[in-house]
């Protein structure tokens, strides 16, 4: 396999993992190679070769986010796209910009910000992130109830299916609605349907004010959040309103962007406190909570061993937090209903069934490939919904090479 | 009755059935006149179930249905298919669930969009997407072509504000795709949102709904030229002011309004106006009006007119809002178009559209949600005159060339329908109209969901 591809892609482009780089090790089994195709031809023709011969490859940005979400099987070849990092459009006085897949979007940051506009989502892979690993994962970040999902993002996409068919879905204009919206189901599907070559985002204008303040109280959970829902009540409408912590000791980050004059005005009623609890709001110097949403998966050990992400009306948030164990690890959008957990690996059927209950869901996203297999057995049951997700996988990839273990 | 007639009578109450030729009449066609063919019975089922027992049923016998909303729809995606049943959702017009502090909602997808925003009014909320025949159009409707209107530019379209739904297949299986929360993986609502029921009958929707605005401001500007007020818009996108809408009338628009019972007090003079409104909250507004007025007179602006109260706002709009009306009484027949450029680059475009109708000697008032680029040149001429009806015919698709010389799309909001299939090779590499049918293959792989629709179905 490693001469055929050389043949195909040239040596350079060809690698065995090195100890040590982010795909050495994929969920407990070394990859045979990882390809680095320069151009959306080298792919297409990698991907017809792979179909021919039933290679199964995983396609990756700079390889970040591999170990997240359901456990990958068998995976011979790491389709790496980091070398295709070209703006392919930039056009910012009609607030727009398509990029290759492997494009930092640190780099569509710094363009963008250079005309006053960003590209607004802050995905917890945080700088790591490319152009089309974002819209492949299709994880919005902690600004959410402002900006709203990836999926709202993504203007249109060019992308290869596993036989080398090129296509293109949406465009490159705010709207769009000529044919099927393939867009949407290939933003978060983790390269089991295709393999995106670029994206075009949408930008926005950077607001006048955009501040986050914090008030770390040491609450119990439910104090916290009957502030957080107090804050919602409020009619605040912050960009962002996260709680973070422990079941025993909890805090609040509010976030709020827009005019200057609006921004005070919204900052100067919040309450100032907890009642009977010291500590106050805090300014952040930085914007935003991102470090506050990366803290469950840096609180993964042997007593939190999986990271559970969920999601529920933000009503049924307290019933689903108050079954957290005490050693779990939190962050949540209170605005939203969003967040993630490491817990002990016992907790997740509990926390499954009270999260469908409620209408919403909590699935496995992070550690050991066997805690990330339990999630295709309890998560996803069988039914005529999953029957069509498998159908489409097979329409768009019949020889079932694309990423094995995530969609099947 | 025929066997089919007595076979859905025994489906359905015999009361949703229609099947005389005077009723079938009104079910020709939507909108759009250009298209029209007979179904061979009509269902208004009030549940999915019925739906559901009507599709298997067709599904057994092979025979083609099209889903109707309210018929407003403007590409003919409505439009019966030859020897096909239509399946009305009139009737599925309750509002089953809200969920105030959740802001969402589950609706059938008869709802008229305005229906539901009046019921949500005690609450302080709505639902956002505000398509010109909001008053008569349903939320399925609305889910099926993914309707937008004046105010998504800052708000978004029926796509952004759609959590769910509840798909009901071409044989009769029942899906429940998304909810409140949306979907952990796969967002295959998402794909159903503009799908034209093609894939299959959405039946319910799980709606978000959006806090109304505290206030509103609203200004009208008149521009000697539509180059000028294009450019205003693009000044004011540059200078990173989101307002709720942003429209622009030419002037033949501005003449048959002011003619009109919607006469809005919009100056004769001007060559365009825009009418541009910013929500939110009081403190939020006041600098971005003020950018917005200095764009405006920076590209010229002959004069800018600010509301001055709830009612001179609703007075402005009314303008803006009867255009389509009031075109009708133009001419017999009004074709209204749907095209979407980049917003830098709106003045060629509205330009270049004016030269294909003035060359052809066609009446085009000219409006435009120009916050998204997206034009509507509304051609008016007599469908007796075969001459006529193809000048405005030949005009339309040079028209929706044009967007797509220009980076743009054929369609915004109204749909592929019947009205733009010849179009999609024009703007899809045959990689994507494959992929387009594979999926719908997956959904109706006997075809029988609102065929014909949406995607060409044979290779050109």
């Known amino acids: ?408 | 009755m025929d066997a089919l007639a007595e076979d859905l009578a025994a489906l359905v109450n015999r009361e949703s059935l229609l099947t005389e030729p005077d009723y079938l009449m009104t079910y020709e066609c939507d909108s759009l006149s250009f298209f029209k063919q007979r179904p061979r019975a009509v269902v208004l089922p009030r549940t999915t179930e019925e739906v559901s027992r009507i599709l298997a049923y067709l599904s057994r016998k092979g025979i083609p249905f099209t889903a109707r909303g309210s018929g407003t729809g403007l590409s003919g995606g409505a439009t019966p298919v030859e020897g096909g049943v239509v399946i009305s959702l009139a009737r599925m017009d309750r509002i089953l669930e809200v969920h105030p502090r959740d802001r969402c909602a589950l609706v059938q997808a008869g709802v008229v969009n305005t229906a539901l925003s009046k019921a949500l009014e005690p609450l302080g909320l709505h639902f956002a997407p505000d398509p010109a025949s909001q008053p008569v159009c349903s939320l399925g409707g609305n889910v099926g072509e993914n309707a937008g209107g004046p105010h998504c530019f800052k708000h978004g379209m029926t796509l952004n504000h759609t959590l769910g739904l509840t798909l009901v297949l071409p044989g009769g299986e029942v899906l429940h795709l998304g909810g409140p929360c949306g979907e952990p993986d796969l967002d295959l609502a998402g794909l159903v949102v503009a799908s034209e029921g093609t894939l299959g009958i959405v039946t319910e929707i799980w709606v978000r709904l959006t806090p109304n605005p505290e206030t509103f401001r609203t200004l009208l500007a008149s521009f000697r030229s539509l180059e000028d007020c294009s450019r205003a818009v693009s000044r004011i996108v540059r200078a990173g002011i989101v307002p709720s809408a942003m429209e622009i009338l030419d002037k033949k628009s501005i003449e048959i309004v002011e003619a009109s019972v919607n006469k809005a007090g919009y100056p004769l003079e001007a060559g365009a106006v825009l009418l541009v409104e910013l929500d939110g909250r009081p403190e939020e507004m006041e600098r971005p009006l003020s950018a917005v007025e200095e764009a405006c007179r920076k590209e010229g602006a002959l004069e800018v007119e600010f509301a001055k109260d709830p009612e001179h706002r609703m007075k402005l709009w009314k303008g803006r809002k009867g255009v389509y009306g009031t075109a009708g009484r133009l001419a017999p027949d009004v074709y209204v178009m749907d095209g979407v450029v980049p917003r830098n680059r709106l003045a060629e475009a509205l330009h270049r559209i004016q030269e294909v109708t003035d060359s052809r000697g066609l009446v085009c008032p000219n409006i435009a949600h120009a916050g998204d680029g997206n034009v509507h040149p509304t051609i008016c001429y007599d469908g007796r005159d075969p001459e006529q009806a193809q000048k405005a015919e030949e005009a339309g698709r040079e028209i929706l060339r044009i967007c797509l010389e220009l980076g743009g799309t054929i369609t915004g909001e109204h749909g592929v329908g019947l009205e733009k299939l010849s179009l999609m090779p024009e703007m899809f590499p045959p990689g994507s109209l494959r992929v387009m049918r594979r999926v719908k293959a997956v959904f109706d792989p006997a075809g029988l969901a609102n065929p014909g629709k949406l995607i060409p179905l044979e290779e050109p």
């Open chain 1, 1 to 408: 396999m490693i001469s055929r591809l050389e043949e195909l892609l040239g040596p350079d482009a060809v690698e065995t993992p090195a100890p040590g780089s982010p795909w050495a090790n994929l969920d407990g089994f070394e990859p045979e190679a990882v390809v680095h195709p320069a151009t959306e031809e080298e792919t297409a023709a990698l991907l017809r070769k792979a179909s021919e011969h039933g290679w199964l490859l995983v396609p990756s940005g700079r390889g970040h986010a591999l170990g997240r979400g359901p456990a990958l099987k068998g995976v011979k070849i790491v389709l790496a796209l980091d070398r295709m990092r070209e703006v392919t459009y930039e056009e910012p006085e009609d607030l727009v910009i398509s990029a290759q897949a492997g494009l930092p979007v640190e780099e569509i940051r710094e363009r963008a910000g250079k005309h006053g506009l960003r590209l607004a989502l802050e995905p917890p892979m945080g700088e790591k992130a490319t152009a089309g690993g974002l819209a492949a994962l299709g994880r919005s970040g902690s600004s959410r109830a402002r900006d709203g999902r990836v999926r709202d993002h993504v203007l249109g996409v060019r992308a290869l299916l596993s036989d080398g068919t090129l296509f293109s879905a949406g465009g490159r204009v705010v709207k769009n609605v000529a044919g099927y919206d393939l867009v949407r189901p290939l933003v978060g599907s983790r390269g089991t349907l295709a393999v995106l070559t670029e994206v075009t985002y949408k930008l926005r204008p950077l607001p006048p004010m955009d501040r986050t303040w914090i008030l770390e109280s040491g609450a119990a959970l439910e104090e916290i959040l009957s502030l957080g829902k107090a804050l919602v009540e409020m009619g605040l409408e912050p960009a962002a309103l996260g709680a973070w912590g422990s079941p025993s000791s909890g805090s609040l980050g509010i976030r709020l962007s827009g005019e200057e004059e609006d921004v005070l005005a919204r900052r100067n009623r919040l309450p100032c406190s907890l009642p009977g609890r010291p500590g106050e709001w805090i300014e952040r110097e930085e914007t935003g909570l991102l470090p506050f949403e990366v803290l469950p998966w840096e609180a993964l050990d042997e007593g939190r061993e999986i990271l559970l992400r969920f999601a529920l009306p933000p009503s049924a948030l307290e019933g689903f937090l108050s079954l957290l164990p005490g050693e779990s690890v939190f962050f949540v959008d209170l605005a939203t209903g969003r967040g993630e957990a490491a817990v002990p690996r016992e907790s997740y059927p509990v926390l499954r069934k009270q999260a469908a209950s409620s209408r919403g869901f909590c699935v496995v996203e992070g550690g050991p490939p066997t805690a990330r297999g339990l999630e295709a057995a309890l998560a996803r049951p069988e039914g005529p919904e999953r029957n069509l997700a498998l159908a489409l996988k097979k329409a768009l990839d019949p020889a079932g090479i694309l990423s094995p273990g995530r969609l099947d």
